[in-house]
């Protein structure tokens, strides 16, 4: 049983390893349909995870992960699972133009709901990459449908951040922005939803953390994390930078155990369920 009472958010960012937007110096997007998938067996084991702790959580799924394994993408809504967006060929928003933008969003709208057979909602941006300079992003995500984002990290980071952005979920337009969580401390903000922060902390130091946010925040956590960082197996990018190759491979063998632990330590739920029509 999960020691707080509080539910939480628990969301994956469905992408494989070479689409990671680190990588995009040395992996051109030509070059996607050559490389090893290892998506799909990565998510089924995250789906076996999920159904052992009897969890749900949402997927932020690419379009161009969904027409290539459109059973994978059916697994996940039939197990109770949210799909939602993650954009379709995995594109910072940063570096496009709203009508290159409004076609992306509405292109992997299109497949996740033809697949999924559901409304699709939500929609994180690739590497959190709205900010101050693309916040018309907002009306574009309003125009195609979407209900919420989870795109600006509130955060100072040298690829992504909006360090004055609100911290907790709040309107944009008729938009809900829920970002991923941080905590206040020394007038700044500090990550404390998962991805590469939770390889790099101790364990017990992301749990305090959430703990922190549900007990004296009194609010739930946004908790995200990808397949390929429980994949241990996955092909080593040669002539990577030392940067990018400590950011991507520090502890990914320690990623699956951990998740087991923030699993039975917490209460998690879908973002859906959570937020909408709550903020």
Known sequence: MPAQSTRNA???DVEDYFQ???????????????????VERNVDRILAMLDEHGTRATF???GWIAERYPGMVRRIAAAGHEIASHGYGHERVSDQTPDSFYADIQAAKRVLEDLAACEVRGYRAPSFSIGEQNLWAFDCLERAGYRY?????????????MPDAPRHAHRIGQLVEIPPTTLRFFNRNW?????GYFRLLPYSLSRWMIRHV????????????HPWEIDVEQPRIAGINAKTRFRHYLNIERMEPRLHRLLADFS???MDDLFLGKA
């Open 149 to 161: 984002s989870s795109s600006i990290y509130p955060i100072r980071h040298d690829h992504y951040g």
């Open 10 to 12: 628990l969301t994956i």
């Open 191 to 195: 990550p404390a939803s998962g991805g």
């Open 60 to 62: 932020f799924t690419l």
């Open 214 to 225: 549900n007990d004296v925040d009194r609010l739930p956590a946004v908790f995200y994390f």
């Open 20 to 38: 990671v937007s680190a990588f995009a110096p040395y992996i051109p997007r030509s070059e996607w349909p050559t490389r090893e998938c290892r």
């Open 268 to 270: 998690w739920g879908r």
